[in-house]
């Protein structure tokens, strides 16, 4: 069996990378990371000042499991494919050099209208990111996006159902369709189940990377992302 992953060296999308791993179900697994701005215009406080670190976690984590399944691609501007080949060293990633995610209008329209009733933060952010790289390649693909943080918080009410694939069934909703390709293999694990099945992976799982605004290549402490991990002790 195959699965695809979106995977940022994040706690969450690690997470379920090493269930994947360690799945002898699983035969292959491709990894898509988009190294690019998926937040807004550059110059403004929600541009991405993590990438570096993240991908200085991803290579840390890859050196410490079985790479054998592993397919990693990674888009990002052309001009960093060299720094960021330096970073990944392994023969299974590939880069893919592009300017910037071009949003096509239908999930240009999805996205605002998710964000005009409060369902996503930004007009542009990483789900629409997401989305439109999964349009473009034609694929479904997971987020290792668990149901307590963020966006699927504020969407519950909107789910109908979850097949055996984790391919979640919306009702009917102007702008869910962002999501028709999404596959959501955390819905079901709640955080704390997520720390006890993750004890004996903890010494990988302490490198992965969560803070959104680092400072001098340390965590800020204070985003989001550094209050959740926080509850996570590690």
Request: include cysteine; charged fraction near 25%.
């Amino acid at each position: 069996m195959e699965k695809n992953l979106f995977w940022t060296g994040g706690f969450d999308s690690t997470f379920r990378l090493l269930e994947l791993v360690n799945d002898d179900k699983i035969s292959k697994i491709n990894l898509f990371y988009i190294a690019l701005n998926i937040d807004d215009i550059e110059s403004s406080s929600e541009y991405r000042l993590s990438i570096t670190n993240e991908l200085k976690a991803m290579s840390k984590i890859l050196s410490l499991i079985n790479t054998s399944k592993l397919n990693l691609t990674i888009f990002a501007k052309s001009e960093n494919l060299l720094m960021y080949s330096f970073i990944l060293p392994f023969r299974f990633v590939n880069f893919i050099g592009r300017e910037n995610i071009e949003y096509s209008d239908k999930v240009k329209v999805n996205q605002f209208d998710l964000w005009s009733i409060g369902i996503i933060p930004r007009p542009v952010n990483q789900y629409g990111a997401i989305s439109q790289i999964l349009d473009e390649i034609n694929i479904e693909a997971e987020v290792g996006i668990e149901k307590e943080g963020g966006v699927w918080s504020n969407t519950f009410y909107l789910f109908e159902s979850i097949d055996i694939n984790n391919k979640i069934k919306f009702k009917p909703f102007k702008g869910i369709s962002a999501f028709e390709r999404y596959q959501l293999p955390l819905y079901n694990i709640s955080r704390e189940e997520m720390l006890e099945k993750s004890k004996k992976w903890i010494p990988i799982l302490t490198n992965t990377w969560s803070c959104w605004y680092p400072e001098n290549d340390q965590e800020c402490q204070s985003c989001f992302a550094c209050l959740r991990r926080l509850e996570l002790n590690i």
